[in-house]
């Protein structure tokens, strides 16, 4: 290579280098996602989190927790269309791909890049066929299976079919689900042209469901902490204002998403009720890969995300802003505060 010759970095490189770039010297929380929010308190660093995930698949991914918690983390991530549990999963698992593009490459007389591009995309469509009916426990195990197998057969093939260039880590996009709300209503929001009405109206629906329900205490609390400023929605961290209608004349920082108001987890036991199951039955079907959404695992228990369980359960995550879903409520109470 001639001096001065720009390196490009191949699809492994390019895997750590995002994932370390997201995490930067934070620590990782492989049971919630969130070490601030999470019961157990110890958290490494991404440098030796990863060290213990590489050493854990290659004893036994079978029976380690880490990696039956990093699995469901990155299900958890696929519902809410993010990549980033995915290239974590990549990222400890390509060192054991290394070795083997390495020793494809030389033995056939293959381009090494190609080999690794076909490596890791084999590894993402085996990600992608085990989303049910296979058990978190066994998904890393196919994936590198899956994976060397891939590599041998481009090898004794001599194929150019794959390209690094042509490798993307996608986001799977999640199906529309008709919203209960919407149901419920007479007033169809994909209808309305004007979306200054849709908004208030999908705030006002929400509010009315809240009365109804009998828990609007709930959501005038979280109000009253948004206007004084006390804690914010996540709607400013995932929509542009641009997006939201009539926030040119209303504060960005007023609408939220519906699941704001609940924990970001709950525990089995109470989503399975919520599901109407037993917990023992919960349990059995999270054993067998046959659980409808992924749990993620703390310690000795599992928590389940209120996103997942409200998407299962066909819940819509609506934007609203505060002054509508207080509309809402008022107008279902009859006027009465």
């Excluded at 029976?63 to 699995?71: A, G, Y």
């Amino acid at each position: 290579m001639e001096m001065g010759a720009r390196v490009v970095p191949d699809v492994f490189d390019r895997i750590e280098w995002t994932v370390r770039d997201h995490f930067g010297e934070g620590l990782v929380c492989v049971h919630v996602g969130n070490a601030a929010k999470c019961d157990i308190k110890r958290h490494p660093a991404y440098p030796k989190f990863r060290a213990q995930a590489i050493n854990s698949g290659v004893r036994s991914a079978a029976t380690s927790r880490l990696w039956e918690s990093m699995i469901a983390m990155g299900r958890l991530c696929d519902l809410d269309g993010e990549d980033t549990w995915r290239l974590v999963i990549l990222d400890c698992i390509v060192p054991s791909f290394r070795q083997v593009s390495t020793s494809v490459a030389r033995d056939f007389g293959v381009e090494r890049d190609e080999i690794r591009a076909a490596m890791v995309a084999t590894a993402l469509e085996v990600w992608t066929d085990t989303v049910m009916g296979v058990p978190p426990r066994h998904v890393r195990d196919r994936m590198v299976k899956a994976a060397h197998g891939v590599a041998y057969s481009r090898g004794r093939s001599v194929s150019s079919e794959w390209s690094t260039d042509e490798i993307e880590i996608f986001r799977p996009e999640a199906p529309v689900q008709d919203s209960l709300l919407r149901a419920l209503s007479i007033i169809d929001v994909s209808g309305i042209r004007d979306a200054d009405v849709a908004e208030q109206v999908r705030g006002e629906r929400f509010g009315s469901l809240l009365q109804g329900l009998g828990c609007f205490d709930v959501a005038r609390v979280f109000h009253d902490a948004l206007r004084a400023g006390r804690r914010s929605g996540s709607i400013g961290q995932a929509v542009k204002a641009s997006r939201l209608a009539r926030s040119r004349i209303s504060s960005q920082n007023l609408y939220y998403y519906a699941s704001d108001l609940y924990p970001s987890f709950i525990g089995l036991r109470e989503a399975a009720s919520a599901m109407g199951i037993a917990e023992s039955a919960a349990h059995r079907l999270i054993r067998a890969g046959q659980f409808p959404f992924p749990v993620a695992r703390a310690g000795r228990s599992y928590k389940v995300s209120v996103k997942a369980l409200m998407h299962f359960m066909e819940i819509p995550d609506a934007i609203v802003h505060a002054d509508d879903v207080e509309n809402g409520s008022l107008h279902a109470s009859g006027g009465v505060r």
